[in-house]
């Protein structure tokens, strides 16, 4: 990408409304725009970092095991009937009347559409397990929608919904996401803790809150510090028994402050860190809820029908960005984890219309664009230090500064975001060090 040719918006101004890093981050490196309360426009640079996001979240689900659909965002509120949530659920339900009267409503999730999908087309054992997942926009009426993309009222979630003969089953199936959401979270740069949780509106027997630490998180947490030193990202069996792996992670405390319990915690003082953090996930098996209420039956191996056992399975993708920037960031901008970057590399063009500086930015740029680097070029007549600071600002991880005294001795600058490190060397070899 060119920057001639882009849609870049930078504020200069920090926005006032901004109230934590990663809003204003977002605003100012034009990632988004808002819209009304709680709901936004995603701009060129935000849809790029929410689509790498995406497509991590939709690798990891694939390789569990999880097959892709995609649901309607308006759901009729009959299945919600059905379930008994349609009045449950409260104001934070978007209730639509459509023109012949009908009850609709904009999905805050899909348990029941999800089930009806599954008791129109599934009769025998035979056919499970099954996991369906999709990654599709929700609404809720939030109270207090903040913090920018983060408790936005409109937002982006990916669901899964497993399907299972018994509760042994479902808990097989509850392991392979819990498996997978480790690695999807280390996979952004990200060490997300899971935590025992209540199961609220969803109901149930089992559920693990994924949180990531960060001063501005809206829950407080309580976990062992061994936790601060865990890699979450191994390779995985999933046809294996998960369970040991399960068990290793489920045993080291960590508890949301709705779940802790400071008289009975099983960590000593000196052990226990308290922190606060941001919810990017929640996984829940609930067994026959939803099943049951909605008649969805499958025949066991001796003929009988049964309810079926039922989990499903929330990722924040569009919470993530803002997520990963609490992460990753600095006074001077957004630090972005190689793996979502917008872009890879920075080309900084100091001098465009100098013969020598243009042909060797466009060489650059090419041989990045043929190894699927998703460069950016800087082309644009501005000022050297403005053109930098919009570098730092969008946080690309690699950024290479071409200009005339520099090309003079065949140098480019070569600097990692994350370290702020510099060192001059020959385009070419800044080409093998960045590859
Ligand atoms: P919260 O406690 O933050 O309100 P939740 O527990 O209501 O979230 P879930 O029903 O568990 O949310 O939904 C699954 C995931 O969807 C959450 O873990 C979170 O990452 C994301 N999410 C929920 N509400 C919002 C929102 N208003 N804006 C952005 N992401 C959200
Ligand atoms: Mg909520
Ligand atoms: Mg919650
Ligand atoms: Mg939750």
Avoid at 104 to 125: C, K, W
């Amino acid at each position: 990408m060119r920057l001639s040719q882009y849609f870049l918006p930078l504020l200069k101004e920090t926005p006032k409304e901004a109230q934590i890093a990663s809003h204003r981050l977002m605003l100012r490196a034009g990632m988004v725009q808002q819209s009304s309360a709680g709901i936004y426009s995603w701009l060129p640079l935000g849809k790029r970092v929410l689509d790498k996001i995406e497509n991590i979240v939709r690798e990891e689900q694939n390789r569990a095991g999880a097959l892709e659909i995609l649901m309607p965002t308006i759901q009729p509120a009959e299945l919600w009937q059905e379930s008994g949530r349609y009045d449950d659920y409260g104001a934070e339900m978007l209730r639509i009347v459509d023109r012949h009267e009908r009850n609709m409503l904009y999905g805050p999730t899909n348990e029941e559409q999800i089930t009806d999908i599954f008791r129109a087309h599934v009769r025998s054992y035979k056919a499970l397990p099954l996991n369906m997942y999709h990654i599709q926009w929700k609404f809720r009426d939030e109270v207090r929608p903040r913090f920018g993309i983060m408790r936005g009222r409109e937002f982006l979630m990916k669901d899964a919904y497993s399907f299972d003969l018994d509760g042994d089953k479902a808990r097989a199936a509850y392991n392979r996401m819990f498996v997978s959401y480790l690695k999807t979270f280390a996979r952004m740069g990200l060490t997300a803790i899971p935590m025992e949780a209540d199961t609220g509106p969803i109901g149930g027997d089992m559920s693990h809150e994924f949180i990531i630490l960060a001063e501005t998180g809206e829950s407080g947490v309580y976990f062992h510090k061994d936790w601060m030193n865990i890699n979450l990202d191994a390779d995985i069996d999933y046809n294996a028994d998960l369970q040991p792996f399960v068990d290793k992670y489920t045993s080291l405390y960590a508890r949301a402050d709705d779940m802790h319990d400071a008289d009975n915690c099983p960590v000593t003082a000196d052990e226990l860190m308290s922190l606060r953090g941001i919810e990017i996930g929640h996984i829940f098996y609930f067994g026959t809820k939803y099943s049951e209420a909605m008649g969805a039956t499958v025949s066991g191996p001796d003929g009988k029908a049964v309810p079926v056992h039922m989990g499903s399975y929330g990722i924040g993708v569009s919470r993530l960005v803002g997520g990963i920037i609490e992460a990753s960031h600095d006074d001077k901008g957004i630090i972005w984890p190689d793996s979502v970057a917008p872009f890879g590399v920075a080309i900084v063009n100091l001098k465009p219309g100098d013969a020598v500086c243009d042909a060797e930015a466009e060489r650059l740029y090419e041989q990045f664009d043929n190894a699927g680097l998703e460069p950016l070029l800087d082309d644009r007549n501005d000022r050297p230090g403005a053109k930098m600071a919009s570098m730092d600002l969008i946080g690309i991880p690699w950024q290479i500064v071409v200009g005339p005294r520099g090309m003079e001795n065949n140098m480019v600058e070569v600097k990692r975001r994350k370290t702020g490190e510099t060192a001059e060397m020959s385009p070419d070899s800044a080409v093998i060090k960045i590859l």
